[in-house]
């Protein structure tokens, strides 16, 4: 009987052993950079809904947009946008898209941009797909043009 103790024990601190050995124990530690990217929209196709409430706020469901993105991301966007804007140049737009890399689709994003008076400001957060996965990417959206804006922040990549 004692025999039977001793052999649990020893499987039990074995099984424990490999446990705290596992992957997530040897995994490669994260890297942290800086990123910097410039989109430019070159398409626009559309809406799906659009309506202007009792308050004189428009509203835009599912504006579809398409462009182009280079610096630390080299590649092509669409993006499907959710707008509400009031004829004094304040509102918000929330967008969803993917960024496709040589044909791949790299990144899965959403964007946040409030605009007051007319000024913009916002923030994305893109999350890696396929051989991108484990990289996620976040920051600050600065307009520079009607159709340009420079997407700057942190690139946080866990995979090695």
């Known amino acids: 009987m004692k025999r039977l103790g001793l052999t649990f024990l020893v499987i039990m601190i074995s099984a424990l052993a490999l446990?705290?050995?596992s992957s997530t124990a040897y995994a490669a530690p994260a890297t942290k950079e800086s990123f910097s990217s410039m989109i430019q929209i070159?398409?626009?196709f559309g809406y799906e809904r659009m309506w202007t409430d009792e308050e004189g706020i428009m509203h835009v469901r599912g504006w579809v947009a398409t462009g182009l993105i280079w610096g630390?991301?080299?590649g092509?966007?669409?993006i499907i946008e959710n707008m509400n804007l009031n004829s004094s140049g304040y509102g918000d737009?929330?967008?969803h898209g993917v960024i496709t890399v040589d044909g791949e689709e790299a990144y899965n994003g959403s964007v946040d941009i409030?605009?007051?008076a007319g000024v913009q400001s916002g923030t994305f957060v893109l999350i890696g797909t396929g051989s991108f996965k484990g990289t996620h990417i976040t920051g600050t959206i600065i307009p520079t043009g009607s159709e340009y804006?420079?997407?700057t922040g942190t690139k946080l990549t866990t995979h090695p």
Request: proline share 0%; charged share 10%.
């Open 19 to 21: 446990v705290s050995a």
């Open 42 to 44: 070159t398409g626009t």
């Open 72 to 74: 630390d991301i080299v």
């Open 76 to 78: 092509q966007i669409e």
């Open 93 to 95: 737009v929330h967008a």
């Open 114 to 116: 409030t605009l007051t």
């Open 149 to 151: 804006a420079l997407f």
